[in-house]
């Protein structure tokens, strides 16, 4: 397994990251707990030491599971979460944080009679958030503390100071934002150092190499964490084009999971058959390797429910391509 440096941290952190969002089990249709922590730890066997959760993900459960997983494995982990994200089940104080969906046990709800869930990272929030973190996971320190959404009525310098308070305090190791504009991690740059920026990215999702994020990053040393590399299991190119998906899943409704669109990106993916035929991949592990490729500070988050997904999951992570191989992948991407 390849290992790389996690922003200017010091922390040896693997290519690939165990994405904790499935077993939490909301948005993707629920979650087995045992079959969850047998995923975690056949993670850590095969050396990804990267495990990324977050409060959202399953309003606390996908914290509890991996919690459940490390424990007495804590120094083999490097253990990332978020805040930023608070449930309101009763009033909340005008004017703080803002509105970013209703919600359910079940998924998002579209008729505004679920939880309230709001973006705010104002400071005293930022330290209870990371308190509760602490507790679910079993653990006094947080390798990477990671602001889950940017809150627009909190000035970024705030958020950047109490994250630094944190940092000198011991409780967290390396601080890193997710789902920001360029300007935002501009902000948050001149306060302190980023280690990690984590954004959606895929062969199918490529904004960061046109939005500036990117060559930020690069120009300042920051990690970035890929989420979502394969495009909720669409890049894997086996969905079946009549699958139907459970209630609360994410792709219900998505235009990309339509049985003909499934049925076109499975055919431009088998395309891919000679190259990864060469590193004795299936094409779906090659999407993997060529979204490390891109930035040799990049690392991919591979959500697995079990332990036969994270085997296959770790198969590409030596992988070297060629820039000929990875132009040819990204051809690709026109045909999708």
Known sequence: MILRELGRSGIQTSVLGF?????GGWLWGGAEENDSIRAIHAALHHGINLVDTAPMYGYGRSEEVVGKAIKGRRDQVVLATKCGLRPSETDWPTGQ???????TDKGIAQDGKGIRVYKYLRAESVRWETEQSLKRLGTDHIDLMQTHWQDETTPIAETMSTLLELKNDGKIRAIGVSNVTKSQLAEYL?????DVVQQRYSLLDREIERDGILELCKKNGVSLLAYSP????L?????DPNRKFGEGDLRNGDPKFTPDN?????AALSELTPIARKYDLTPGQLIIAWTFAK???MHVLCGARNAAQVEENVVPGDIVLTEEEIATIEHLATKM
């Open 19 to 23: 994405g904790a969002w499935a077993i």
């Open 262 to 266: 499934i049925r076109k990106v499975n």
């Open 295 to 297: 930035y040799e500070k």
């Open 235 to 239: 890049l894997t190119g086996r969905i």
């Open 190 to 194: 001149a306060v302190g150092q980023v």
């Open 230 to 233: 394969m495009r909720n299991g």
């Open 97 to 103: 944080g803002v509105l970013h969906f209703y919600g």
